[in-house]
């Protein structure tokens, strides 16, 4: 058996395999042979039809069904005989079935991409410093108390940061579509959750009021055949509610699983506590992003456009689940394939420098660092004990701490091979930044 490799555009390559004919005539016998031994046919006694007899009736389900088989054997020897590293399922064309002559086929496929990782002395990445100050803790404890707060009917006209109860149906050009009504729906205004000018109609009307919105949907609106366009919406007002927010007590203190605070000073520190646990997430989260940021900068490749595919069709799955909707039943206009593939190749691209960069630092996970990070875990449950015994059952999960525990490790690594410099933000600008 012989094979030759093309390069192709890009990361595609094309495999050419020569299969050697006696491979072939071994397996079509040996089928032909098994046959013989079972079948029955008019005129001849069990295992004694005679072969052209069997090739005629045979032959061509026999061919085909060998001709699959040593596909399937040779290809992934061959891949592995030229060290090659496919990144998506090949692509096969026969080339020549003919036996006598020799079989002959095809694989087109694309390639991970081959490079050495760099890191840069000259640029550097940015390690986020979050400082937390005194207001940022009353403005903390002031969103506690609204959020947990209740609604309560009133009777008057509607305002900003109201909650509304509505009817509405939505037309363009007369015509109805998909998602275009709701009864009894509930609304903040000011939330801006839906499209611009619907909530603005809504201010100053009353309990019973109906009333016309013209609105028009965004031009990069998910669902493509209405981005863009004018719409009218019909809304009937049914309720009113003005949020009465909550009291600092012990309902509150159970409601945030705080065991611990028995008055409004313990509170508030406890509230503190776990700002600085946000901030210590959010630093690591973003000196991460800008550490990564930077390698992809630094190092230049191709990403396989087979693997950003998928990964991009993940991502649309993932938000059309978010929005209890199925992927195989979704129209291709809500949320389009095409606006994930930007973020969809970053992140094949950041998988592909974290694997070369891991080898390149030799890094590995020992026994320690994970019974540190199980441990770690346990403490954010009640019962510790039970957790601990608990994962010990679950490979996946121990996989993915792993996962976790080497991307720390990379990361310690790379902070003392780049150079930084320091970022400072304010605990109040974090929401323009996530």
Same mark, same amino acid.
């Given at each position: 058996?012989?094979?030759?490799?093309?390069?192709?555009?890009?990361?595609?390559?094309?495999?050419?395999?020569?299969?050697?004919?006696?491979?072939?005539?071994?397996?079509?016998?040996?089928?032909?042979?098994?046959?013989?031994?079972?079948?029955?046919?008019?005129?001849?006694?069990?295992?004694?039809?005679?072969?052209?007899?069997?090739?005629?009736?045979?032959?061509?389900?026999?061919?085909?069904?060998?001709?699959?088989?040593?596909?399937?054997?040779?290809?992934?020897?061959?891949?592995?005989?030229?060290?090659?590293?496919?990144?998506?399922?090949?692509?096969?064309?026969?080339?020549?079935?003919?036996?006598?002559?020799?079989?002959?086929?095809?694989?087109?496929?694309?390639?991970?991409?081959?490079?050495?990782?760099?890191?840069?002395?000259?640029?550097?990445?940015?390690?986020?410093?979050?400082?937390?100050?005194?207001?940022?803790?009353?403005?903390?404890?002031?969103?506690?108390?609204?959020?947990?707060?209740?609604?309560?009917?009133?009777?008057?006209?509607?305002?900003?940061?109201?909650?509304v109860i509505i009817d509405?149906?939505?037309?363009?050009?007369?015509?109805?579509?998909?998602?275009?009504?709701?009864?009894?729906?509930?609304?903040?205004?000011?939330?801006?959750?839906?499209?611009?000018?619907?909530?603005?109609?809504?201010?100053?009307?009353?309990?019973?009021?109906?009333?016309?919105?013209?609105?028009?949907?965004?031009?990069?609106?998910?669902?493509?055949?209405?981005?863009?366009?004018?719409?009218?919406?019909?809304?009937?007002?049914?309720?009113?509610?003005?949020?009465?927010?909550?009291?600092?007590?012990?309902?509150?203190?159970?409601s945030l699983a705080m065991?611990?605070?028995?008055?409004?000073?313990?509170?508030?520190?406890?509230?503190?506590?776990?700002?600085?646990?946000?901030?210590? &997430?959010?630093?690591?989260?973003?000196?991460?992003?800008?550490?990564?940021?930077?390698?992809?900068?630094?190092?230049?490749?191709?990403?396989?456009?087979?693997?950003?595919?998928?990964?991009?069709?993940?991502?649309?799955?993932?938000?059309?689940?978010?929005?209890?909707?199925?992927?195989?039943?979704?129209?291709?206009?809500?949320?389009?394939?095409?606006?994930?593939?930007?973020?969809?190749?970053?992140?094949?691209?950041?998988?592909?420098?974290?694997?070369?960069?891991?080898?390149?630092?030799?890094?590995?996970?020992? &026994?320690?660092?994970?019974?540190?990070?199980?441990?770690?875990?346990?403490?954010?449950?009640?019962?510790?004990?039970?957790?601990?015994?608990?994962?010990?059952?679950?490979?996946?999960?121990?996989?993915?701490?792993?996962?976790?525990?080497?991307?720390?490790?990379?990361?310690?690594?790379?902070?003392?091979?780049?150079?930084?410099?320091?970022?400072?933000?304010?605990?109040?600008?974090?929401?323009?930044?996530?």
């Amino acid at each position: 058996m012989t094979s030759k490799l093309k390069k192709l555009k890009d990361l595609n390559r094309k495999l050419t395999v020569n299969v050697e004919t006696k491979k072939y005539d071994d397996k079509y016998q040996a089928k032909l042979n098994k046959i013989k031994s079972t079948v029955k046919l008019d005129g001849f006694r069990k295992g004694k039809v005679p072969n052209d007899v069997l090739i005629q009736k045979y032959g061509p389900s026999i061919h085909y069904e060998v001709l699959n088989e040593v596909i399937q054997e040779t290809y992934p020897l061959e891949i592995a005989e030229k060290e090659i590293k496919p990144a998506s399922s090949p692509n096969i064309s026969i080339d020549s079935e003919d036996p006598k002559k020799g079989i002959v086929y095809s694989a087109e496929f694309e390639v991970f991409p081959e490079f050495k990782p760099k890191l840069t002395r000259w640029k550097s990445f940015e390690e986020s410093k979050i400082t937390i100050e005194a207001d940022d803790i009353d403005l903390a404890v002031a969103d506690i108390l609204e959020r947990y707060g209740t609604w309560n009917d009133v009777n008057r006209a509607a305002l900003e940061k109201d909650q509304v109860i509505i009817d509405f149906t939505g037309t363009v050009n007369g015509e109805e579509f998909e998602g275009n009504s709701s009864k009894d729906f509930a609304l903040i205004i000011g939330s801006k959750s839906m499209i611009p000018g619907f909530e603005d109609a809504i201010i100053g009307k009353k309990i019973n009021d109906e009333f016309n919105a013209d609105v028009k949907f965004p031009e990069d609106y998910f669902k493509s055949d209405l981005a863009g366009k004018n719409a009218n919406f019909l809304i009937k007002l049914n309720k009113v509610q003005e949020k009465q927010n909550a009291s600092i007590n012990e309902e509150l203190y159970e409601s945030l699983a705080m065991e611990e605070v028995k008055n409004e000073q313990d509170f508030e520190a406890e509230i503190e506590k776990r700002m600085q646990q946000e901030v210590k &997430q959010q630093e690591d989260s973003l000196t991460r992003e800008s550490i990564y940021d930077l390698l992809l900068e630094v190092n230049k490749f191709s990403a396989p456009s087979s693997v950003i595919n998928e990964q991009a069709t993940l991502m649309r799955k993932d938000s059309l689940m978010r929005m209890g909707q199925q992927a195989d039943d979704a129209p291709e206009d809500l949320f389009p394939l095409d606006t994930f593939l930007e973020n969809a190749e970053k992140r094949v691209k950041l998988d592909l420098l974290f694997s070369e960069f891991v080898k390149f630092f030799k890094l590995e996970v020992n &026994q320690e660092r994970v019974d540190e990070f199980v441990e770690k875990e346990a403490k954010k449950y009640k019962d510790s004990d039970q957790f601990k015994t608990w994962i010990k059952s679950q490979p996946k999960q121990l996989d993915n701490y792993k996962m976790i525990i080497l991307e720390e490790l990379l990361i310690e690594k790379l902070k003392n091979e780049l150079k930084s410099k320091v970022k400072e933000i304010k605990f109040k600008d974090l929401a323009n930044i996530k």
